[in-house]
């Protein structure tokens, strides 16, 4: 969880309707960069200059009940590489 100076500052950043998606969906207000979007409508995020280390890089999956064993990646590797960088 954030601290609530961090999660004031994102809630600036994003606004009240992202907050609250991001809220119900990761539990953890997040601000950063857009970065790409795959076949499937997944939205990647990155933010390496305010996040702790580790928390720098995020996924907004467009399905809300997210089964890691159907990942619809074509590619596992590549997604290795975005989170772990």
Do not use: C
């Not at 979007?37 to 997210?66: A, F």
Request: net charge positive; charged share 30%; glycine share 8%.
């Amino acid at each position: 969880m954030s601290t609530i100076l961090r999660t004031w500052r994102n809630l600036r950043k994003i606004g009240i309707k992202e907050y609250a998606h991001q809220m119900q969906y990761i539990g953890d207000t997040k601000a950063g960069t857009y970065i790409a979007s795959d076949r499937y409508g997944n939205k990647y995020y990155e933010n390496l200059e305010e996040e702790l280390p580790l928390r720098t890089r995020w996924v907004d999956y467009k399905e809300k009940e997210y089964d890691p064993y159907g990942t619809p990646f074509h590619s596992p590797s590549k997604k290795l590489y975005f989170l772990n960088g």
